[in-house]
């Protein structure tokens, strides 16, 4: 079975820019979580979808939004791009929205803002 | 600030050694934690996890204990392994927090051979 896959896995924007990342679940998963990864404050939820729902927002500002289609996958947009945003933007999926389902980890989408 | 933490950032180990990962937490009502262990490039694999009404868990190599009295959390591998080699993390859920984990700040773990 294929696991979680994002697209794109690097990106380069500037300051201002927004940008939108995607996220493929392990196919029959229908929760999908975001994380960002930094070296300063580690992995930080951002938020969780099921079908189609936003269920739980992590402590970041509007300028980070998501959604999720029919068919699982999501997306993450970040508007108004800050030097601050710089990181490693993580997807999870896991079958159901049990805390105890297994989240698999896609490999990340490594996002620099310039 | 986070409600996970971690005692040791670093960790080094020869290998065929036991190796020992430990990680405090701040909030009693947690009831679910995780292991996970991330891999250079790679996203975080979950290894093991335990549920508050547990005091310990096994799984191949790998062992986690739960001390709610300290609120403390270990990771234990046996006989490590150059391939074990990597940043791991514990994970807490807030009881009614609805899938929203938490994680701490992650300790490297190098397995010298």
């Known amino acids: 079975k294929a696991g979680v896959t994002q697209t794109p896995r690097y990106l380069i924007k500037t300051r201002g820019q927004q940008v939108t990342l995607s996220c493929s679940p392990i196919s029959g998963h229908r929760s999908v979580s975001w994380y960002q990864q930094t070296p300063g404050q580690g992995l930080q939820f951002l938020f969780e979808y099921f079908s189609e729902t936003q269920r739980n927002k992590g402590n970041f500002p509007g300028r980070f939004s998501g959604r999720q289609f029919s068919n699982s996958r999501s997306e993450m947009n970040v508007s108004t791009l800050e030097l601050g945003d710089s990181a490693l933007y993580l997807c999870?999926?896991?079958?159901?929205?049990?805390?105890?389902?297994?989240?698999?980890f896609g490999p990340g989408t490594r996002l620099t803002v310039l | 600030g986070e409600s996970v933490g971690l005692h040791l950032p670093t960790l080094s180990v020869q290998e065929g050694d036991n190796s020992i990962i430990n990680c405090a937490y701040s909030?009693?009502?947690?009831?679910?934690f995780i292991w996970y262990k991330q891999e250079s490039g790679k996203g975080p694999q979950f290894i093991i996890d335990?549920?508050?009404?547990?005091d310990k868990r096994q799984g191949q190599r790998v062992t986690v204990l739960l001390n709610k009295t300290v609120k403390h959390l270990s990771l234990q591998i046996a006989a490590t392994q150059p391939g074990d080699s990597a940043v791991y993390f514990c994970?807490?859920?807030?009881?009614?927090?609805?899938?929203?984990?938490?994680f701490g700040k992650g300790t490297l773990l190098t397995v010298n051979p």
């Open positions: 994970a807490e859920n807030l009881a009614g927090s609805n899938y929203k984990l938490t």
């Open positions: 909030n009693s009502a947690s009831d679910y």
């Open positions: 999870a999926s896991s079958l159901s929205q049990v805390i105890t389902d297994t989240q698999y």
């Open positions: 335990i549920r508050s009404n547990m």
